[in-house]
């Protein structure tokens, strides 16, 4: 009975991490953006501080029809929505939060090989995107799917070789060992590899400067022209679902997970507060830098970001057997 009420405590937790994170980094987005580029509107909704902006955009979002085009791919079409946003709850799942007031770690499930299942759901969320683009039976769309499968292939292998840098270091896949055999001065040596996830990570979820599948100004909307109502919904909840599992990740094999004073007790107040920190630097890329053209999305990641991280592997591979 007790292992019962451990495994419905832990999808408790789970779940309403899921439920309420992504929201914040989508409220927080709403309030940087409108301090970054002094706009009025997410400050005043409901009065103080525009507290009801959430509020407001989910009743936008139930009143909005979802219509399914006549071209489309029915299946395809109607199952890419939730293709992008569930496997990023399924992410979650193997992302620890650090020790909750000397209970131990608080975490789904701590599996050996959670990294490797943490980066394979992110590439499948992705996927979801794709599949929006090529059953819309729109040729923007299609288009649009394109430039995601692209960079998909162009930025998952920088991506992998920038986090196997840091397993390499901690001798397991197990996220709840790397945090745990974390060091500071891993933050030296890791720095290339922390500046080519944190890129790669962007690309990934075609957050600006890395959103030529999305490009208004040419696609109209990329894989999401034909979407409306509650399925454009999920597919922005997935993107901001998408954010805290890249600042997650980051913060569990680059930043130390829960390290800091009171780890034992605080330390899953230290790993939110570092995914907050995060979740800030990918917002404020949207602002400061205008977007790529696709020439240079993809010249970034084979001449720059490849290299790199192959660098760095390299690095780490006479770091740990010297």
């Known amino acids: ?73 029915r299946r395809v079409f109607e199952l890419a929505p939730a293709v992008a946003l569930v496997p990023y709850l399924v992410a979650m799942v193997a992302i620890p939060l650090g020790p909750f007031f000397g209970q131990g770690v608080l975490i789904g499930q701590d599996l050996d090989l959670g990294l490797f299942f943490v980066l394979a759901a992110m590439s499948v969320g992705v996927l979801g995107t794709l599949m929006g683009g090529l059953g819309s039976g729109n040729k923007y769309s299609y288009l649009g799917g394109m430039r995601v499968a692209a960079q998909l292939m162009s930025y998952e292998l920088p991506m992998v070789l920038a986090a196997a840098s840091a397993a390499m270091l901690a001798g397991t896949l197990s996220l709840v060992g790397i945090a745990d055999a974390f060091e500071p001065w891993w933050l030296v040596v890791q720095l290339p590899g922390l500046v080519v996830f944190f890129v790669a990570g962007l690309a990934e979820l075609q957050r600006p400067p890395f959103d030529a599948p999305l490009a208004d100004a040419e696609l109209v909307m990329g894989p999401l022209t034909e979407y409306g109502g509650m399925r454009f919904a999920m597919f922005l909840l997935a993107e901001y679902a998408g954010i805290v599992v890249l600042a997650a990740l980051t913060t569990v094999l680059f930043l130390g997970g829960w390290a800091g004073p009171w780890a034992e007790q605080l330390g899953w107040a230290w790993t939110l507060l570092k995914i907050v920190g995060v979740s800030f630097l990918v917002i404020w890329a949207r602002v400061a830098y205008p977007r790529l053209r696709e020439d240079q999305v993809n010249v970034l990641a084979w001449k720059v970001l490849v290299p790199l991280a192959l660098a760095q592997v390299t690095l780490t591979t006479v770091v740990v057997v010297w």
């Open 1 to 73: 009975m007790s292992e019962a009420l451990d495994v419905l405590l832990r999808c408790l937790v789970v779940l309403g991490a899921f439920l309420t994170m992504p929201l914040l980094v989508g409220q927080m987005e709403h309030k940087a953006m409108a301090h970054m580029q002094a706009r009025v509107g997410p400050m005043a909704a409901g009065g103080f501080h525009g507290w009801a902006q959430l509020v407001a955009d989910g009743v936008k979002f139930a009143q909005k029809e979802s219509i399914t085009p006549a071209a489309a791919d």
